[in-house]
């Protein structure tokens, strides 16, 4: 027995591996090769997995992991707030594919109910492909990833009324098998108020627990300084938390998301994102590799013109429908295409909806295999109609708008550029007009379709795409420019795109928009040649105003805020070797506050209201003053 759990391991980990790496190097994404990985040693080809459906059942926990690490990225606050996108953009998705499937499969010559049951299951997109997708793609903070996170969380909820709606629609016998898809429901049995009541006691469990019960287990754990302990217990909870939603009938996705939300603002969820991150890929990718050895090409080969008719149709129908949706939302014509090609493919769930509708008597097996074929391979299709998508939109960026010859934003600026800029929101749009106006030209690279599209309306090139791959770096020229400035809104991407970069082109002056002190120190550890607190200048600034304001004189103000500035470089200088180190970095800390508090009692006290003090004067005053606290201290 262990020889064939091992031997199945072997042919998983090295289809997965060799597929993979080539699909990356070939530019198609990680998802991609795992599908073909599957494709390959499937029963269709070489035969070498076994059973891929008891595979599947432990794979789809690569789902579970998957929501939870979402939730953890979710605040309430942030929920709340993207009620209308969940509710309002997903519920309209699914109702409107669901009625656009069922006309068309219809006028094909299916019954009403089965056509219904068919639009419903259809309905659902691929939350572990989409969002994977995404992530890879670097999506997954901006417009496009919370308009398609919005759709795929009402999905995800709308499973459980499916489970109730789909028998309503039966026009065959119930089997056996309807019976065994919800066997794991302990609360099955049991009356509707019943069910409900536990409903509500298992999601009250959850965020009770989550709030007043884990904290204290993980401030327990901590103390005892086992990493190992730490991640037992944070994989207790994800299998745990499953379970219990799975007991009382609900998806454990749902319940792993929720459990993510109750903790994303606990002091731990970096550790958590840490220490389950290398669970969620290995799972996700035993579940894309089980994907694609379902695909039947048995079948694929006796019906060819008949799947991919329906394939097409379909992701083409999933397209308009959200595409519409989208844009009658308000969504420009970018983001509406994006995040209709994210989305325009069959979901995971559907494999689980249909095995449930055939068992109910609302599907028969031949249409529920047809489905599930069609499912799989719009699944397998996705990471390459996205490729396709992305390099429509690279030849549209190429296209160059009407322009005046003298404007230096139009230069041709991609062939040898200058300067690398990394986000151009309001930070690095500052950086970008000064470098601009002063005859330096730039390649500016941004995730934010929403930001490009109006930035274009203003004239501005911008190019979309994740700074963070090497491979759009040295097309925008990296190894040529002189300079890559890091403005990105996202402090980890920030850190990631420092380091890489730092490592592929060592010649690169790097530059970086740091969040606060302690970004900073981050930034420069992972390879920056400078960093510039964002907002350190503007508050300066306003202190400066503030001053005045305040009685003071404009020279007398303005001579206050460089010697705060220069205070503050030096004590930034001398932490940087105690960051890390939290004692120590505290106390050096409080002392250095306490030093720049004296030196400025100081300067108070030797200034007199109205005294005219020249500027070297003053400044050789301060340096007076520093030298003699140093010896103090």
Known sequence: MHGDVLTQALVYLAAGVVTVAAAKKLGLGSVLGYLIAGALIGPFALNLTGDPEDVMKFAEFGVVILLFLIGLEVRPALLWSMRKTIFGLGGAQVVATALAIAGASMIFGLAWPTALAAGLVLAMSSTAIVLQTLDEKGLRQGPVGRAAFGVLLLQDLSIIPLFALLPLLATGPVTLAADTARSTSLVADLP????????????????????????????????SRLREIFTATSLLIVVGVALLMQIVGLSPALGAFLAGVVLAESEFRRELETDIEPFRGLLLGLFFITVGATIDFGLILREPLLLVGLVLGLMALKFTVMFALARVGGASNRLAAT?????????????????????????????ADLLTAVVALSMAMTPLTVVVYEKILTRLDREKPAQDPADPTFEEADAEPDIIIAGFGRFGQVTGRLLTANGFRSTVLDADIEQIDLLRRFGRRVHYGDATRLDLLRQAGAERARMLIVA???????????????????????LARAFDRRHAYDLLASGADAVERETFE????????????LGFRAHRALRA????R???????EELRPMWGQTEAYLLASRDAAQTMDRLLQADLAKMKPGAADGWDTSGRDEEQREAALDGED
């Open 192 to 223: 509707a108020w019943l069910q409900a009541l536990a409903v509500l006691a298992a999601v009250g469990a959850v965020v009770g627990g989550g709030r007043f019960v884990v904290r204290p287990v993980f401030r327990f754990i901590a103390q």
């Open 339 to 367: 995040v209709a090609v994210a989305l325009a493919q069959g979901g995971e769930f559907a494999f689980v909806l249909l095995t449930f509708t055939v068992g109910a008597g609302v599907i028969s097996q031949p249409l």
């Open 488 to 510: 990105i809104d996202d402090q980890e991407k920030a850190a990631e795109l420092v380091e890489r970069a730092r490592e592929a082109f060592p010649n690169l002056t790097i």
């Open 538 to 549: 503007g508050a300066l600034s306003l202190g400066v105003t503030a001053l005045k304001a």
């Open 561 to 564: 805020a460089d010697y705060f």
């Open 566 to 572: 220069r205070h503050d470089k030096r004590t930034f």
